[in-house]
């Protein structure tokens, strides 16, 4: 007997215990589904915020005042000093080895007038160095970007983004356009293509103004000035982040043990902050999951050994008609992975469905864990080959002469 028709027969056996192999299929359901859906709402979560985060042009840091993701707590805020223009324009000289260095500085809850029609508070107003275009990754669709004369001069002019475009232009150019931001008459000279939608919330409500227009309408001492650096490449990465690092610390006059006034963060490490924070629900489900599925184990090696003294007269007279211990041996182990495989194609298929749907409403992006559907259907095969090998094990070394008596 070849090994398709053993398999033939391990199915045609469940076939014809529907209500026994369907109550053992939900065990198994159970235990995949708990893993999957959990990783797929965590997948859709890491997938928006990865792609949230991605503000960064490629090969950037930032130095910031403060951790602006997780930590930089409230003792921080009181004791660190602000970094001012002065500090980020000495950076940009003594960082030769960088591509661009740029500043910034930000305003948030701000009104954008045009004519009679105005926005909502939700307004982020940038005030930047010409370098921070392009560490920031913005790029002007229409119009022209911002020009070092414009930030010398204090130029009353800005670029906008698409959010606000939508807003007060909708069938207007809004290049050469006056607008009004907290009283302030500025210019609209480009508008930014835009950005990526982070937890399905626009990311476009911002103008970008000259460094120095925005400190004369926000002032210029009493707000932190975030640096923006950028390598030439993968290879001189770390090396720009160490002389930034040393530089800051020489510019900001740290003598050697003390620790940092400031901090340096990236695209990098703000996603491994995310999976820091994730990986711990990961491995929780991972545990919870592997408990379902062990108690589905036994639910199985069970059920298989109701199997085998149900069908002691059947295995007697397959051996009595020449079948051997390996055939049967490998008959009840299809059927053990068999009934674990459905049940996990299964928990893999409600847990995908229901965790898209679950991270809908968190406007989250439809994401499908691979890596961890993957893991369910190993888990799955593993846990019938252990639970269903001494039940096979039991059924093959039946004696056929006393199999052929069981009534």
Request: proline fraction near 4%; include cysteine.
């Given at each position: 007997?070849?090994l398709?028709q053993?398999?033939a027969?391990s199915?045609?056996?469940?076939?014809n215990?529907?209500l026994?192999?369907?109550l053992?299929?939900?065990?198994?359901?159970?235990g995949?589904?708990s893993?999957?859906?959990?990783m797929?709402?965590?997948t859709?979560l890491q997938?928006?915020?990865?792609?949230?985060?991605?503000?960064?042009?490629?090969?950037t840091f930032?130095?910031?005042?403060?951790?602006?993701t997780?930590?930089?707590?409230?003792?921080?805020?009181?004791?660190?000093p602000?970094?001012?223009?002065?500090e980020?324009?000495?950076l940009?000289?003594?960082?030769?080895?960088?591509?661009y260095?740029?500043?910034?500085?930000?305003?948030?809850?701000?009104?954008v007038k045009y004519?009679?029609?105005?926005?909502?508070?939700n307004i982020?107003?940038?005030g930047?160095?010409?370098?921070?275009?392009?560490?920031?990754n913005?790029n002007?669709?229409?119009?022209r970007e911002?020009?070092?004369?414009?930030?010398?001069?204090s130029a009353?002019?800005?670029?906008?983004?698409?959010?606000?475009?939508?807003k007060?232009?909708?069938n207007i150019?809004p290049?050469?356009q006056?607008?009004?931001?907290?009283?302030?008459?500025?210019?609209?000279?480009?508008?930014?293509?835009?950005q990526p939608?982070l937890?399905g919330?626009?990311?476009d409500n911002y103008?970008?103004?000259?460094?120095?227009?925005?400190?004369?309408?926000?002032?210029?001492?009493?707000?932190?000035v975030?640096?923006?650096?950028?390598?030439?490449?993968?290879?001189?990465?770390?090396?720009?982040?160490e002389?930034?690092?040393?530089y800051?610390r020489?510019?900001?006059k740290?003598?050697?043990?003390?620790?940092?006034?400031?901090y340096?963060?990236?695209?990098?490490s703000?996603?491994s902050q995310v999976?820091?924070i994730?990986g711990?629900?990961?491995?929780?489900?991972?545990?919870?999951?592997i408990?379902a599925l062990?108690a589905?184990?036994?639910?199985i090696?069970?059920?298989m050994?109701?199997?085998?003294?149900?069908?002691?007269r059947?295995i007697?007279?397959?051996?009595?008609?020449?079948?051997r211990?390996n055939?049967?041996l490998t008959q009840?182990?299809?059927?053990?992975?068999?009934l674990?495989?459905?049940?996990?194609?299964?928990?893999?298929?409600l847990g995908v469905?229901?965790g898209?749907f679950?991270?809908s409403?968190?406007?989250?992006?439809?994401?499908?864990?691979?890596?961890?559907?993957?893991?369910?259907?190993t888990l799955c095969i593993?846990i019938g080959?252990?639970?269903?090998t001494?039940p096979?094990?039991?059924a093959?070394?039946?004696?056929?002469i006393?199999?052929?008596?069981?009534?």
């Amino acid at each position: 007997m070849n090994l398709s028709q053993t398999f033939a027969i391990s199915v045609q056996s469940l076939r014809n215990n529907k209500l026994r192999t369907g109550l053992t299929i939900l065990g198994v359901v159970v235990g995949i589904f708990s893993i999957i859906v959990i990783m797929t709402i965590i997948t859709m979560l890491q997938k928006s915020i990865e792609e949230g985060l991605s503000q960064l042009s490629k090969y950037t840091f930032q130095i910031q005042k403060n951790d602006p993701t997780f930590g930089g707590g409230p003792r921080f805020r009181e004791s660190r000093p602000d970094i001012k223009i002065e500090e980020a324009n000495r950076l940009k000289e003594l960082l030769t080895n960088a591509r661009y260095v740029g500043a910034e500085q930000w305003q948030f809850g701000v009104v954008v007038k045009y004519g009679n029609k105005e926005t909502n508070p939700n307004i982020q107003v940038a005030g930047i160095t010409v370098d921070a275009m392009k560490t920031n990754n913005w790029n002007v669709e229409t119009g022209r970007e911002i020009r070092e004369t414009d930030v010398q001069y204090s130029a009353n002019v800005c670029l906008i983004g698409k959010g606000i475009v939508d807003k007060l232009f909708p069938n207007i150019d809004p290049i050469g356009q006056t607008i009004r931001v907290d009283g302030r008459p500025l210019q609209v000279i480009g508008v930014i293509e835009a950005q990526p939608a982070l937890f399905g919330q626009s990311r476009d409500n911002y103008i970008v103004l000259p460094i120095i227009t925005w400190q004369s309408m926000y002032g210029k001492y009493d707000r932190s000035v975030n640096i923006t650096v950028m390598a030439y490449g993968k290879e001189d990465y770390n090396e720009v982040i160490e002389a930034a690092t040393g530089y800051m610390r020489k510019i900001r006059k740290l003598s050697p043990g003390e620790p940092n006034n400031f901090y340096i963060f990236s695209n990098e490490s703000m996603i491994s902050q995310v999976n820091d924070i994730t990986g711990p629900i990961k491995i929780g489900a991972l545990a919870v999951s592997i408990i379902a599925l062990i108690a589905a184990g036994v639910g199985i090696m069970n059920i298989m050994l109701v199997s085998v003294t149900e069908r002691t007269r059947e295995i007697g007279i397959r051996k009595a008609l020449g079948a051997r211990k390996n055939w049967i041996l490998t008959q009840f182990l299809i059927e053990a992975v068999v009934l674990c495989f459905i049940g996990g194609i299964i928990g893999i298929l409600l847990g995908v469905g229901i965790g898209n749907f679950a991270g809908s409403f968190l406007n989250a992006q439809t994401a499908i864990p691979v890596d961890w559907v993957i893991i369910g259907i190993t888990l799955c095969i593993v846990i019938g080959v252990i639970f269903g090998t001494y039940p096979a094990y039991k059924a093959a070394n039946l004696d056929p002469i006393e199999a052929l008596r069981y009534e």
